[in-house]
């Protein structure tokens, strides 16, 4: 077993150095001057540390012992796949089948030639992201992040991975850095389902893509609260610029609603089609019950021609929700093809 100044290298990864604390079963070994924390099982003694002199009363020549010469770093083996990133952040239990008991280990797989400076952060609702883990992963190899105990999975709402990728000493493609963030559904965590086979383990685990083949996997929360409130803000800066849902001497004017997306949200970044799909049908359900009891009301909704998408979800809508509303393609003249006429009955 390693001990405290100890020499050691990794047995299943590139690197090593002197152990300078050890905490449970982790090892921080000094490379260069950083302190990488390693599974002690992962270390294999190169060089024992010198033990202590026993107090003598006489003085005994001094022995200065040869320091051996410091390695040459190796040089990384590159893949044929290898430049392009693929990255995974896996949660691996201590005992799959005892899932009741049981506490787990965070992973951080590279499986790419690139060097990873990387943070990993964890988020619980309500609350600002903490950095559980910020280091270097050299290429090709998994790292131990952090041993997680059944009453700290109430803090990983959220986990994310920030990263820049590089390599050293030659040149390479250059990648963007990347933060991808998923909402972690902690309960998995006791369900044996939840933990499946993964080409870079021996034993079930819960796994996250974080990039597959340079392509950043991102899994967006989307806070419907938030986005009702950017709605709210978007009609109230449009207010004067809009017609009117209603007026009051003027019973049956056609109203216009306009549903493509950057009239509804100043902005969709983080959305994904569907998202923005639901905004729009929420548009139109508003509009539509304000104004259900207005007999006669003419309703012009504008949702473009594209791919039809909308068209056919609205058409969708009126035909389960309001089946006694008249429905037509508003006027080519003043909408094109991209707009659809309903009449309240």
């Known amino acids: 077993m390693a001990q405290i100044g100890d020499i050691v290298r990794y047995l ?91 506490e787990y280990d965070a992973y951080l797989v590279n499986d790419s030639n690139y060097f990873l400076y990387f943070t990993y952060l964890t988020r619980a609702d309500g609350h600002d992201w903490a950095t559980r883990y910020a280091g270097i992963v050299e290429p090709n190899i998994q790292i131990h992040l952090e041993h997680v105990t059944r009453e700290q999975l109430p803090d990983m709402d959220r986990v994310a991975i920030q990263y820049v990728a590089f390599k050293r000493d030659k040149e390479f493609k250059l990648k963007a850095p990347v933060a991808v963030e998923y909402a972690l559904d902690t309960t998995k965590f006791f369900k044996l389902h939840c933990f499946r086979d993964n080409v870079y383990f021996d034993t079930p685990v819960i796994a996250l893509d974080i990039v597959k083949n340079d392509i950043p996997q991102r899994s967006m929360v989307i806070d419907s609260s938030r986005l009702e409130e950017s709605m709210k803000a978007k009609r109230i800066a449009d207010k004067p610029q809009r017609r009117p849902v209603e007026k009051k001497n003027r019973r049956h004017e056609i109203i216009e609603v306009d549903l493509h997306i950057n009239q509804l949200l100043d902005t969709t970044a983080g959305l994904s089609n569907t998202d923005m799909l639901q905004v729009q049908l929420k548009e139109f359900n508003r509009v539509m019950t304000e104004n259900i009891k207005n007999k006669g009301q003419k309703i012009v909704f504008i949702h473009g021609k594209g791919e039809g998408v909308l068209r056919n979800a609205l058409l969708k809508e009126l035909k389960h929700k309001y089946p006694h509303c008249d429905t037509q393609d508003a006027s080519f003249r003043e909408y094109g093809f991209g707009a659809t006429q309903v009449t309240i009955r």
Do not use: W
């Not at 002197?18 to 992962?42: H, S």
């Not at 540390?49 to 022995?63: C, D, M, N, Q």
């Open 12 to 102: 299943n990864s590139v690197g090593g150095g002197r152990i300078v604390k050890i905490e449970g079963n982790i090892a921080y070994v000094d490379e260069d001057g950083f302190e990488t924390p390693v599974m002690l099982r992962e270390c294999v003694v190169v060089t024992p540390a010198t033990p202590k002199a026993k107090e003598s009363k006489y003085v005994a020549p001094t022995i200065v012992p040869e320091q051996p010469a410091k390695p040459k770093p190796e040089e990384i083996e590159e893949t044929e796949t290898g430049d392009k990133l693929n990255i995974v952040l896996a949660y691996e239990p201590e005992e799959i089948k005892h899932l009741n008991t049981t």
